[in-house]
């Protein structure tokens, strides 16, 4: 088992930062890419942004050039370094991770709300 614990939410006015912090504990060993979901209310979740163990990053159209995934390895911690953000990033942020071949775990989620 995996456990995720998320951190950094919280209310910032349009055009704020926020930085997201995940970390993982219990059998790691076999965590590959680890990667940010958001969901809205009244919409499906949604990939943010992923990064692999070796660095490789991905991001969601609507957050290029605004966020930037990190990651710790040593510390098992993935980062989300959220800038500029807008009304429209409002969500529960949720932080996964691949592990071995197939399994995925899920944190509990962190809430993000940016005011206009």
């Known amino acids: 088992q995996v456990q995720l614990v998320e951190s950094g939410g919280g209310l910032v006015q349009a055009g704020g930062s926020l930085r997201l912090s995940c970390t993982a504990s219990?059998?790691?060993?076999?965590?590959?890419?680890m990667g940010w979901y958001r969901q809205a209310p009244g919409k499906q979740r949604e990939l943010v942004a992923t990064?692999?163990?070796?660095?490789?990053?991905n991001y969601a159209d609507s957050v290029k050039g605004r966020f930037t995934i990190s990651r710790d390895n040593a510390k098992v911690t993935v980062y989300l370094q959220m800038n500029s953000l807008k009304p429209e990033d409002t969500a529960v942020y949720y932080c996964?991770?691949?592990?071995?071949?197939?399994?995925?775990?899920w944190g509990q989620g962190t809430q993000v709300t940016v005011s206009s």
């Open positions: 219990g059998n790691i060993f076999r965590i590959n890419a």
């Open positions: 996964n991770a691949a592990w071995g071949d197939f399994t995925v775990y």
């Open positions: 990064i692999t163990s070796g660095g490789s990053t």
